[in-house]
């Protein structure tokens, strides 16, 4: 009776661990933030302020910068989660997507973006406002994701992607961003855009941000990433978020969990 008891226990206790992301003060109205760096790769010195950020900061590099494989394995080495910030139309460039490529040069700019940017867990758009509204090319892009155990994060930057919404329809691990940080690159501003994720977090229990590394955003998360426990947010990586969520849409991209 004692054994079973304890074992019950043992088994509840485990469970919990599990769970969502926590802490020791874990509470039951807890929040959670990502964030996402894109555009990395350009300047060393620059990029190298986001790997010193506190907390769990996800690198997005750019497959088409001098830095890319240097810079990866530096993140990589620092214990960020490296993703291919993958350009799409009206993106430009060697390994840019656009709507009217056929499927096997798309496959063909894919790999070799994967192979210009090491250690990535997965991917997301660089521009792409155009070809995320692609549902064709959006469902090969996931499936072709999911052969390579990929996430993919949907930037939307288009009210009108698709992405997602490919990308759940075959349960692949996928998020999707909630708030640009420094769309106006000033501190004032990229604070507001801060606070405006922090009020999202805890209104919805989490909230993925991204910004870049613009000295004006390194300046206000140098400053403000430390504040956030005081102010009742976890940060977390984009795998952990990814769980936490479950691949459901949150009130702002879809309804009852459902991508649009």
Not at 146 to 166: G, M, N, P
């Given at each position: 009776?004692?054994f079973s008891l304890a074992l019950?226990l043992?088994?509840?206790l485990t469970?919990a ?10 509470a039951?109205h ?7 760096i894109?555009d ?7 990029d190298?302020?986001?790997l010193a950020?506190?907390?769990?900061v ?10 890319a ?7 990589h080495k620092?214990?960020?989660?490296v993703?291919?910030?993958m350009?799409?139309?009206p993106a ?26 090491p250690?990535?867990?997965?991917i997301n ?12 090319a959006?469902a090969w892009?996931m499936?072709?994701?999911?052969r390579r155990h990929k996430l993919?994060?949907d930037?939307?930057?288009s009210?009108q ?7 759940q329809?075959?349960?692949?691990a996928?998020?999707s961003?909630?708030v ?11 604070t507001?855009?801060l606070d ?8 919805q229990?989490s909230a ?6 613009y ?7 140098e400053?403000?990433l ?17 769980g936490l969520r479950?691949?459901?849409?949150m009130a702002g991209?879809g ?6």
């Amino acid at each position: 009776m004692r054994f079973s008891l304890a074992l019950a226990l043992f088994c509840c206790l485990t469970g919990a661990a599990h769970a969502a992301p926590t802490s020791h003060d874990a509470a039951p109205h807890k929040a959670y933030l990502s964030l996402i760096i894109d555009d990395l790769g350009q300047n060393l010195p620059r990029d190298r302020r986001v790997l010193a950020l506190p907390g769990p900061v996800t690198a997005a590099v750019m497959p088409d910068t001098p830095h890319a494989a240097e810079f990866a394995r530096e993140a990589h080495k620092a214990g960020k989660i490296v993703i291919l910030h993958m350009p799409m139309d009206p993106a430009t460039g060697p390994f840019a997507w656009h709507p009217d490529l056929p499927v096997d040069e798309l496959e063909k700019r894919l790999n070799a973006a994967f192979k210009a940017v090491p250690y990535t867990s997965g991917i997301n758009n660089h521009m792409g406002s155009r070809m995320t509204s692609q549902p064709q090319a959006m469902a090969w892009l996931m499936a072709d994701l999911q052969r390579r155990h990929k996430l993919f994060v949907d930037s939307r930057t288009s009210a009108q992607t698709v992405a997602a919404a490919q990308a759940q329809k075959i349960g692949l691990a996928s998020v999707s961003r909630d708030v640009f940080l420094d769309d106006v690159r000033t501190e004032q501003a990229i604070t507001t855009q801060l606070d405006t994720a922090i009020k999202l977090a805890h209104k919805q229990g989490s909230a993925v941000m991204i910004g870049h590394p613009y000295p004006q955003t390194l300046a206000v998360l140098e400053r403000e990433l430390p504040k956030l426990k005081a102010r009742g947010i976890e940060l977390i990586d984009i795998k952990q978020m990814i769980g936490l969520r479950g691949n459901k849409a949150m009130a702002g991209h879809g309804k009852d969990g459902v991508y649009r």
